[in-house]
C-alpha cells in the first residue's frame, strides 16, 4: 500500500499544483491589467511598473485561497479519469485498492490540502492583503475607509464611546479621528477630534494635536462647555489596529482568531455581528471542502471510458469547482439577508456537495 499511496499522492500532487499554476497565472494577469491604469498617473505618486507587480504578486496568497478546493477538484478529476483510461487503476484494484481504501488514501491526501488551505488563508493571506493595501496607499495617498470612515464601539465601566476614523496612512496612523463619549444616562460628555493618531504601548491610542470639547451639567441644570487644544492626547481602549483595520480589510481576508475577538467586541458592545460570524463559520468550513472536492472526483475513476479522451470529464470538473465558488459566495449574502444561522450558511455548500460526494461513490463505486 506504500507503493500505491506514493503513486497517488505524487500524482494528485503534480497535478493539483499544474492547474493552480495556471489558474494563478491567469488572475495575476487580469490583476496586472487592471493595475496598468494606475500606472504613471500624476496622483499615482512613483507608482510604475515594479509597483504594479508587487502589488500583483501580494494578491496571489488570496487567489490561492479562494482557489485551492477548486484546483484540487479539477486536478483530482484529471488524475483518476487519467486513471481509468489507461487501465491503471483497474490493475489498482486487483492488487487490493479496494473502493473504501481508494476513499481512505484520497482522503488522506485532501486532509494536506486541508491544511495548506488554512494555513494560507488564516496567516499568509491576511497578512498579503495588508501589505498589498500599504503598498497601495504609499503611492496612491492614503487609504480610505468608505464615505463616512470607520465606525467603533466601545463601553467602558463609566462610559460609552463612538469612534470615527476617516482615513488610515500608510505607516498605519489613523488620520481624521473623531471620539465621542456618552455616560451610561446616555448624555454627551466630551468630543474629541484629532487630525491623526496612532496606536501607543498598553493600548492606549496616542492622539496629536486634538481638540477636546467638554459638557458638564450644572447644578442648575445648565451645561458649561470647554474647549481645549492639546499637543497630545491619551485614549485608553480596547480597540486593536485590527480591530481598525477590519474596516480595510475585507473580513474574508481577516485570520480566523481576529475575526472571533473581533465579534466578541461587537456582541459586548451590542453591536451586530451576523456578517462576521458568516465569514469566521466560512473560514472554519472552507478548508474542509477539499475533503469533499476528492470524494466528488474518486468516481471518476470506475468510469469506463479507454477509448474516449478525458477532455469532458475535466471540463465537468472545472464547471463544478465554478458552481461550488458561485455557491460558496452566494450563500453568505442569502444567509445574512434571510437570518439564517451563520454556521448552517457557511457550511451550506459543503453539505451540498457532501451529499453529491456521497451519491456519485454509492451509485458508480459501491453499487456497480
Known amino acids: 500500500m506504500k507503493t500505491i499511496r506514493r503513486l ?33 498617473r500624476p496622483n499615482a505618486m512613483g507608482y510604475q511598473l515594479p509597483q504594479a507587480l508587487m502589488y500583483v504578486a501580494l494578491l496571489v496568497p488570496s487567489h490561492l485561497y479562494e482557489l485551492l478546493p477548486i484546483t484540487v477538484l479539477i486536478g483530482t478529476i484529471f488524475v483518476m479519469a487519467r486513471f ?39 496567516y499568509i493571506a491576511p497578512w498579503a492583503d495588508r501589505a498589498a493595501q500599504l503598498l497601495k496607499a504609499r503611492y496612491d495617498g492614503n487609504i480610505t475607509i468608505g464615505q463616512t470612515g470607520a465606525w467603533l464601539k466601545e463601553k467602558q465601566a463609566y462610559a460609552q464611546f463612538a469612534v470615527n476614523v476617516s482615513s488610515m496612512a500608510p505607516d498605519g496612523s489613523m ?116 475533503l469533499v472536492m476528492v470524494v466528488l472526483a474518486l468516481p471518476f475513476a ?9 477532455s469532458a470529464y475535466v471540463f465537468g470538473g472545472v464547471m463544478a469547482g465554478i458552481s461550488f465558488f458561485f455557491l460558496n459566495n452566494v450563500s453568505g449574502y442569502i444567509g445574512e439577508l434571510q437570518q439564517w444561522q451563520p454556521w448552517l450558511t457557511a457550511a451550506l455548500p459543503g453539505m451540498v456537495y457532501s451529499m453529491l460526494s456521497l451519491a456519485a461513490f454509492g451509485w458508480l463505486v459501491v453499487k456497480r
Open 84 to 122: 481509468a483510461q489507461s487501465s491503471e487503476f483497474t490493475i489498482l484494484r486487483t492488487s487490493g485498492l479496494g473502493p473504501w481504501r481508494a476513499l481512505r488514501t484520497l482522503l488522506a491526501a485532501g486532509a494536506g490540502f486541508v491544511v495548506l488551505t488554512f494555513a494560507v488563508g488564516d
Open 8 to 40: 497517488i499522492f505524487g500524482e494528485l500532487l503534480y497535478a493539483v499544483m499544474f492547474v493552480t499554476a495556471g489558474f494563478l497565472a491567469l488572475f495575476s494577469f487580469f490583476d496586472l491589467v487592471d493595475q496598468l491604469q494606475s500606472i504613471g
Open 175 to 290: 488620520l481624521g479621528l473623531r471620539i465621542f463619549e456618552f455616560d451610561n444616562q446616555g448624555r454627551m460628555v466630551s468630543i474629541t477630534r484629532s487630525e491623526s493618531a496612532h496606536f501607543g504601548a498598553g493600548g492606549a491610542w496616542e492622539l496629536i494635536q486634538a481638540e477636546r470639547t467638554e459638557f458638564t451639567l450644572d447644578a442648575g441644570k445648565d451645561t458649561r462647555i470647554d474647549r481645549k487644544k492639546l499637543t497630545s492626547f491619551s485614549w485608553p481602549t480596547e480597540l486593536s489596529s485590527e480591530m481598525v483595520s477590519t474596516a480595510v480589510l475585507k473580513p474574508e481576508r481577516m485570520g480566523t482568531i481576529d475575526l472571533f475577538q473581533y465579534i466578541a467586541h461587537l456582541e459586548a458592545n451590542g453591536q451586530t455581528s451576523q456578517r462576521y460570524e458568516i465569514e469566521f463559520w466560512k473560514k472554519v468550513f472552507y478548508p474542509l471542502s477539499c
Open 302 to 310: 470506475y468510469l469506463h471510458f479507454r477509448s474516449e479522451g478525458i
